[in-house]
């Protein structure tokens, strides 16, 4: 068993990037604390995605520091060990799914690729494929799913290796109600034994019963937090929107 | 870098691309060596046999598979560097390049993983060439393979590694011009450029070039004038393309 985390998860400061005369971020703060589940929302092109990849190493900030501490000691994402990643997963935009793989072989691979080993992998797909409800499709290729099946496939990579920080973009997105439902419950479950969760969406109700924290991104800066057990999100979320046009 | 190893060795025997171009230089070619074996041995003037004739050199096992070493030779560039251009090139095509982000592989790792996966491909598509060519010898009434067939097989196999180093800078343009179809677009390119640097006589220094000729394609006068250190230039063309394209998946921001 590994030690419980009480440091940060992950910790952002200042962080600015732009892509050519388009500020992308600006001066972006934000921290996500061990056990819960942080949701960022806003419109599209807010800067979503662009700060979960810096989160993740896989964009560089220009400006501002990022650190990860998933129990491997605190590290900057690029250029983080291996150690760091084994206990990262992600789901940014495209799902980890390969049209010529099955659904069960898709979920080994990312197993073995984030870290477990080969008598593990096998299991742990089984597992996560249990657990997301998608044992029915699990020797199915890819390429014959639902677009939201592939949706839970790529999820059910991203957190088979059971991650202490989970980085999602958009994890319920072309998924029907049930699949919604169900991943729900299953990422509160995930966090209650310890992980820690960024989540994305522009869905405020969806993050309204998932998250423990809402935070609101516009134009790349931070406008403002929302409580998810406040009424009326859709109201606050676009009172702080139109604030900062009007700034 | 097992693990990526074992992933991308899944993924490539999957995939359509590399299945079909696999059938092609393990089944097609050594079926077309023997079909223009039997023309040119059959007797008669048809245009297919006044057309193979000086493509054979030797007699007996050493013609027929010094033919399939030519046609090997021409088809094995097109087939590794389509597959090589595809491997790599999917990712970003297909958007699935951030998955193998973030990962305790680092990701120049995971481009090496792709090029040595399609080197054993490529290889494993020559030995079943081989074994694919054997029976039909036989049915050509070539008689049992003597001892010269295993420098026959190890020529073979030299030409299917230095076309697999000759692809291997493709994997370096399907990463920078991000998609499959740039690598396949430069493939062709280098194909006609190729033709054009042997057109003007300067084949064998041309590293595209100096496999085909020592295959035979030139005739036997230009296979023989090939020199090993002219065959050898694939290698450096491979290292160095493959260390630009690990280069550039460890640096640049790829999503």
């Not at chain 1, 979960?52 to 983080?80: E, Y």
């Not at chain 1, 979920?107 to 080993?117: I, N």
């Not at chain 2, 290889?123 to 009434?141: E, F, Q, R, T, Y």
């Not at chain 2, 023989?224 to 280069?247: C, D, F, K, Y």
């Amino acid at each position: 068993m590994t030690a419980p985390l009480t440091a940060p998860v992950l910790s952002m400061t200042g962080v600015r990037r732009a892509f050519g005369p388009e500020q992308a971020l600006d001066g972006v703060d934000l921290t996500l604390e061990p056990g819960e589940i942080h949701a960022l929302v806003g419109l599209n092109g807010a800067g979503k995605t662009t700060l979960m990849r810096i989160a993740l190493g896989m964009l560089r900030a220009d400006a501002g520091s990022v650190r990860l501490d998933v129990g491997a000691g605190p590290v900057n994402p690029l250029g983080a060990p291996p150690a760091t990643w084994r206990r990262v997963g992600h789901l940014i935009e495209t799902p980890f799914a390969y049209p010529e793989l099955t659904v069960r072989e898709t979920v080994r691979c990312a197993a073995l690729l984030h870290g477990l080993a080969r008598p593990a992998a096998g299991p742990a797909a089984d597992r996560v494929l249990a657990e997301l409800a998608l044992d029915h499709w699990a020797d199915r290729r890819t390429q014959t799913l639902s677009l939201g099946n592939r949706q839970r496939v790529g999820l059910a990579c991203a957190v088979v290796h059971e991650p202490r920080l989970m980085v999602l973009d958009e994890p319920s997105n072309a998924l029907d109600p049930a699949g919604v439902v169900r991943v729900r419950r299953w990422l509160a479950d995930a966090v209650a034994r310890g992980a820690a969760a960024l989540v994305s969406s522009h869905h405020l109700d969806e993050m309204a019963r998932l998250a423990d924290r809402i935070t609101v991104l516009h134009r790349g800066r931070v406008v403002g937090t929302l409580d998810p057990q406040s009424a009326d999100l859709e109201r606050q979320f676009f009172a702080m929107v139109y604030a900062e046009e009007a700034a | 870098m097992r693990p990526t190893l074992e992933v991308e060795g899944l993924k490539l025997v999957r995939s359509p691309a590399a299945q079909v171009s696999g059938a092609v230089l393990a089944l097609v070619i050594p079926l077309a060596a023997a079909g223009m074996m039997w023309a040119a041995r059959s007797g008669g003037d048809s245009p297919m046999a006044l057309k193979v004739r000086p493509m054979i050199i030797g007699t007996g096992w050493a013609a027929y598979l010094g033919m399939l070493g030519e046609l090997m030779s021409v088809a094995a560039l097109l087939a590794i560097g389509v597959v090589l251009s595809w491997v790599v090139g999917r990712e970003f095509t297909d958007r699935t390049v951030g998955s193998l982000l973030a990962l305790p592989t680092p990701p120049w790792q995971t481009v090496v993983a792709k090029v040595a996966v399609t080197t054993v491909w490529a290889l494993a598509c020559g030995a079943l060439s081989m074994l694919v060519a054997l029976p039909l010898g036989l049915a050509l009434g070539l008689g049992v393979p003597g001892i010269e067939t295993v420098g026959s097989a190890a020529k073979l196999a030299t030409i299917l590694l230095l076309m697999t180093f000759l692809a291997m800078p493709l994997a370096w343009v399907s990463t920078r011009l991000r998609g499959y179809l740039s690598g396949i677009s430069t493939l062709i390119g280098l194909i006609v450029v190729t033709q054009l640097v042997t057109i003007a006589g300067a084949g064998a220094w041309f590293p595209y070039a100096a496999p085909s000729m020592w295959a035979g394609m030139g005739g036997p006068e230009a296979a023989a004038v090939v020199t090993p250190l002219q065959l050898s230039l694939a290698i450096p063309v491979g290292l160095l393309g493959t260390w630009a394209a690990a280069r550039r998946w460890q640096r640049s921001e790829l999503v």
